[in-house]
């Protein structure tokens, strides 16, 4: 069963901002660091930012200052919020959901950046 739901992705202009959600239970919120990744075409997915339990975050360089990460607990959603987007930017993001035993994936939105 699919157990994180990603959305949000979708055309956007160089400079531009996108917000993308991620859907989850309550129960993942409770016990699992989530972070969301990314695919370029033709490329390995790549750590995008990283929020854990206590709320700490990480953020791959290349997006520092531009990228939000940020988790809701009254909804269980995670998100993250793209500003000044770059067309480097685009790829499939996925959202993740990890702890000690389990490692479970979205199924990715796709986020373009128009030229």
């Known amino acids: 069963q699919v157990q994180l739901v990603e959305s949000g992705g979708g055309l956007a202009q160089p400079g531009g901002s996108l917000r993308l959600s991620c859907a989850a239970s309550?129960?993942?919120?409770?016990?699992?660091?989530m972070a969301w990744y990314r695919q370029p075409p033709g490329k390995e997915r790549e750590l995008v930012a990283a929020?854990?339990?206590?709320?700490?975050?990480h953020y791959a360089n290349s997006v520092k200052g531009r990228f939000t990460i940020s988790r809701d607990g009254a909804k269980n959603t995670l998100y993250l919020q793209m500003n000044s987007l770059k067309p480097e930017d685009a790829a499939v993001y996925y959202c993740?959901?990890?702890?000690?035993?389990?490692?479970?994936w979205g199924r990715g939105t796709q986020v373009t950046l128009s030229s």
């Open positions: 309550a129960t993942i919120f409770s016990i699992y660091t």
């Open positions: 993740n959901a990890q702890n000690t035993y389990r490692d479970i």
């Open positions: 929020i854990n339990r206590s709320g700490a975050t």
